[in-house]
């Protein structure tokens, strides 16, 4: 299986896990919320009871609304876990208690009323009271439904879980696009398909939509040896009048690239260009179009001199169709940016061939590319001749080499 494939399966995956972090950590905080409420509503109902015989029992041992039966009231609204006041109404007037003051009771006059403004207020408890000497005597209370310090938990604890996840899908798709960024971004060609292709008869594709620059492969360039001063061989990796490989390297890169192709399944696509002009292309506009190669095609070490006129490139991870397509991009784009300079001129014609699957040789790849290239010429109609393979052909040839 293809490294990006696993990815995408590893992605996907991770998606999947992430989504049900999210909806597992909101689902477990809002249960813990509710759960919290259903609670607080039972201990309430509990502690409001509690303080109800307070206030009845308490009025027979001190009397009622004494200074005692008060501290007394104030002492188990204190140690209330969930009540915030209490109001005592009697024919004798209302009295207030609070476990915070001023906290959940406000006074009109001089009765008083319980707060609006308090956070969740839960539906007010009331009671009648039987004391003795007093007629109409009631208890009410008020308490809290959320807890707000329990809240904030639950809060904290959700959001560190979804943070989690998200940490675990950012780091997931960053290493997809590093692996992505180091692999390219073609789809390899099939193990099924190697030794199966071979040579055929040349003929013209039409040009496809324009695709984005293929991705840099991950093979080192080595620089040629420097040769011995006083012979007439090149001197370091490119050269003067393009700033691009050296004609003579072209054969030694292609099979180094092809060798890396076969061992990750991937296909290559071998592309010569040059002007069929008569007159020969000065140093001047032969950088131009240098240029515009290094600019359109990326890898500078993958691009080479081709005779006077000529432009030969490399183009991995990429296969027949596609690169037919961004060759044909690239004429567009060389009428376009440099009208000035080859107006008047014959068009950029460009032959290719590819490696389609096959433990195919260097010399064999240039001169089908060679070959394509002189069929523009033998029709002159099309700019741009693609050799296809055939694979009855080709395992002949391969037959007649061994």
Same mark, same amino acid.
């Given at each position: 299986m293809a490294v990006s494939g696993r990815m995408s399966k590893v992605s996907s995956f991770i998606a999947t896990l992430c989504i049900m972090i999210y909806i597992v950590a909101v689902g477990f905080g809002v249960v813990r919320v509710i759960v919290d409420i259903g609670e607080r509503r039972n201990l309430a109902g509990r502690e409001f009871h509690y303080i109800a015989e307070r206030a009845s029992s308490s009025a027979v041992l001190f009397g009622f609304m004494s200074r005692e039966y008060q501290e007394t009231m104030r002492d188990a609204l204190e140690a209330s876990r969930v009540l915030l006041g209490a109001i005592i109404s009697s024919s004798s007037g209302d009295f207030a208690f609070e476990r915070f003051p001023g906290s959940s009771v406000a006074w009109v006059g001089n009765s008083p009323r319980f707060q609006t403004r308090i956070d969740f207020p839960g539906q007010p408890l009331f009671l009648p009271l039987r004391i003795d000497g007093q007629a109409h005597v009631n208890i009410q209370a008020i308490?809290?439904?959320? %807890? %707000?310090?329990?809240?904030?938990?639950?809060?904290?604890?959700?959001?560190?879980?979804?943070?989690?996840? &998200?940490?675990?899908?950012?780091?997931?798709?960053?290493? $997809?696009?590093?692996?992505?960024?180091?692999?390219?971004?073609?789809?390899?060609?099939?193990?099924a398909a190697l030794s199966e292709t071979g040579p055929g008869p040349v003929s013209p594709q039409a040009a496809g939509e324009s695709l984005p620059p293929v991705a840099k492969p991950d093979a080192a360039v080595?620089?040629?040896?420097?040769?011995?001063?006083?012979?007439?061989?090149?001197?370091?990796?490119? @050269?003067?009048?393009? %700033?691009?490989?050296?004609?003579?390297? @072209?054969?030694?890169?292609?099979?180094?690239?092809?060798?890396?192709?076969?061992?990750?399944?991937?296909?290559?696509?071998?592309l010569v260009?040059?002007?069929?002009?008569?007159?020969?292309?000065?140093?001047?506009?032969? =950088?131009?179009?240098?240029?515009?190669?290094?600019?359109?095609?990326?890898?500078?070490?993958?691009?080479?001199?081709?005779?006077?006129?000529?432009?030969?490139?490399?183009?991995?991870?990429?296969?027949?169709?596609?690169?037919?397509?961004?060759?044909?991009?690239?004429?567009?784009?060389?009428?376009?940016?440099?009208?000035?300079?080859?107006?008047?001129?014959?068009? &950029?014609?460009?032959? &290719?061939?590819?490696?389609?699957?096959?433990?195919?040789?260097? $010399?064999?790849?240039?001169?089908?590319?060679? @070959?394509?290239?002189?069929? @523009?010429?033998?029709?002159?109609?099309? =700019?741009?001749?693609?050799?296809?393979?055939?694979?009855?052909?080709?395992?002949?040839?391969v037959k007649m080499r061994l």
């Open positions: 308490y809290s439904i959320i %807890n %707000n310090a329990f809240l904030v938990r639950v809060l904290r604890d959700t959001l560190l879980a979804v943070l989690v996840a &998200l940490a675990v899908a950012f780091i997931t798709l960053m290493a $997809e696009l590093i692996q992505k960024n180091r692999r390219g971004y073609q789809v390899p060609a099939s193990p080595t620089p040629p040896p420097v040769a011995d001063e006083g012979e007439d061989t090149p001197q370091g990796l490119f @050269t003067q009048r393009g %700033n691009i490989g050296w004609q003579s390297y @072209t054969n030694d890169r292609l099979a180094s690239e092809l060798h890396r192709c076969a061992s990750f399944e991937q296909d290559l696509t071998f260009m040059e002007f069929k002009c008569a007159e020969a292309i000065n140093d001047s506009l032969y =950088h131009q179009f240098a240029d515009e190669a290094v600019s359109f095609f990326v890898m500078r070490d993958l691009i080479f001199e081709m005779g006077e006129k000529g432009i030969a490139v490399i183009i991995p991870s990429v296969d027949l169709d596609q690169s037919m397509a961004r060759a044909e991009e690239f004429r567009r784009q060389i009428a376009s940016r440099l009208p000035e300079s080859f107006e008047g001129r014959s068009k &950029l014609f460009m032959g &290719l061939s590819s490696r389609s699957g096959r433990l195919i040789e260097a $010399e064999r790849l240039v001169m089908e590319a060679s @070959t394509a290239l002189k069929k @523009t010429q033998e029709e002159p109609v099309s =700019h741009i001749v693609a050799f296809k393979s055939d694979p009855e052909k080709y395992r002949n040839f």
